[in-house]
């Protein structure tokens, strides 16, 4: 009981953490049927230029979102040696990252992972499937696949997400699965 209470109070907080950095912003994607997009920020102290490259990805194929370098970043990447890239969600719009340098060296695409893994803090889960045009099946693709777009079911889950129609849940850590 203990342990489901303090599960269900730190989602909360994390969920709260999440919105003070978020706003809503009036300039929508170009097109984009939604006349507001949330805006979440993100850091990068590892792999900057895939971050930035990923957060345009993501806003070209999300109309009620804008990722931002800057601000109160709630979706923060960083490198690291070992453990495998992952993602620590802690709420819509909210993840901590590392991206792990022996996955980039072992040949998987540095972009993908990143792209992939912010993905987690936009609400995806994993899927596994093997396909390279599912983003999120992350490694299981194999060191072949470039692929570094959601396919239209994803960036919709996504964008259904930002229109406040679905809410993601804190939890455990998204590992990018080694294929």
Not at 85 to 97: E, F, N, V
Not at 115 to 137: K, Q, R, V
Not at 147 to 164: M, W
């Amino acid at each position: 009981m203990t342990g489901k209470f303090v599960r269900l109070v730190l989602g909360a907080l994390c969920t709260s953490l999440a919105l003070v950095g978020t706003s809503l912003s009036a300039t929508a994607a170009p097109g984009a049927p939604s006349a507001l997009a949330r805006t979440v920020y993100y850091s990068a102290s590892g792999y900057s230029a895939e971050a930035d490259q990923a957060a345009q990805i993501w806003n070209s194929r999300v109309p009620n979102l804008r990722l931002v370098r800057g601000g109160n970043a709630t979706i923060r990447i960083s490198a690291t040696n070992g453990g495998g890239s992952r993602a620590y969600p802690c709420g819509l719009g909210c993840a901590t990252i590392y991206i792990d340098n022996r996955d980039v060296a072992a040949g998987n695409y540095a972009l993908r992972i990143v792209a992939h893994e912010i993905g987690h803090g936009l609400g995806l889960p994993d899927t596994y499937n093997g396909i390279c045009s599912y983003l999120m099946s992350g490694g299981s693709a194999g060191t072949s696949c470039r692929n570094v777009n959601p396919n239209a079911q994803e960036a919709n889950r996504v964008n259904q997400l930002f229109a406040g129609r679905g809410v993601a849940a804190a939890g455990t850590p998204d590992v990018y699965a080694r294929g």
